[in-house]
């Protein structure tokens, strides 16, 4: 399993502020990068949903998600599509976000196809949390070749020793009386569907860490 992204890194994920403009000529060789923030609140005034969201240093920006324009109900807010993914406090995951109308006085927005926008059930701020935790978790995986901690009890073993979580397949258990001490008491109810999340949005992460 490759690394879970670090999402404190501020090259990777970068703020709204940095973010390249639309009207900007970017390199080819930029390395991939993603804007991610938090939603808090809706504010769609027409066809297009816009949300408003909280960026990795907590400043807000507004993202309006372009959907295809046969499915725009004409007159209808938001177009009539459903968003009811966008929830409040889900991340939203923006690959290679750019800034539209920018100019004096004026920070701009994000505008996207709502196809090319991935949401993950967690906070920024739980993410980053995760990402810190996740970097123990990797420096001590590369020192220990092949071995893997017990989420639960934290015992060390042969990762063919142990049994892996088959819904996010990123954390182990000794047994399944870990797997539900795991569950319930070590907090992976909660997080297990955001690593499945993470681990849709990241395909191919590795290049991430
Ligand atoms: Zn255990
Ligand atoms: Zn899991």
């Not at 995760?130 to 015992?155: F, L, T, Y």
């Not at 499945?196 to 290049?207: E, H, I, L, Q, Y």
Request: one cysteine or more; glycine letters at 12%.
């Amino acid at each position: 399993m490759p690394p879970f992204p670090d999402f404190a890194n501020s090259t990777l994920f970068p703020t709204f502020a940095s973010l390249p403009l639309a009207t900007d000529d970017v390199p080819p060789d930029t390395p991939p990068y993603h804007l991610i923030g938090t939603v808090s609140e809706n504010m769609t005034l027409s066809t297009s949903p816009t949300f408003i969201c909280k960026d990795p240093s907590g400043s807000p920006f507004a993202l309006t998600l372009r959907i295809p324009a046969a499915l725009v109900k004409a007159g209808v807010q938001g177009g009539g599509y459903d968003v009811s993914g966008f929830k409040k406090g889900f991340a939203v995951v923006v690959p290679g976000a750019r800034r539209s109308g920018v100019s004096e006085g004026k920070q701009g927005f994000v505008e996207v196809p709502v196809g090319e926008v991935k949401i993950i059930p967690a906070s920024v701020k739980k993410l980053i949390e995760m990402g810190d935790k996740e970097k123990v978790v990797g420096r001590k995986r590369s020192e220990r070749e092949g071995r893997e901690c017990c989420q639960a009890c934290g015992k060390e073993m042969e990762a063919g020793k142990l049994s892996r979580c088959k819904g996010c397949e990123s954390v182990w258990y000794c047994d399944k009386n870990c797997q539900m001490l795991g569950w319930s008491e070590k907090g992976h109810k909660g997080e297990c569907k955001v690593y499945r999340a993470v681990n849709s949005a990241f395909p191919d992460r590795g290049r991430l860490a």
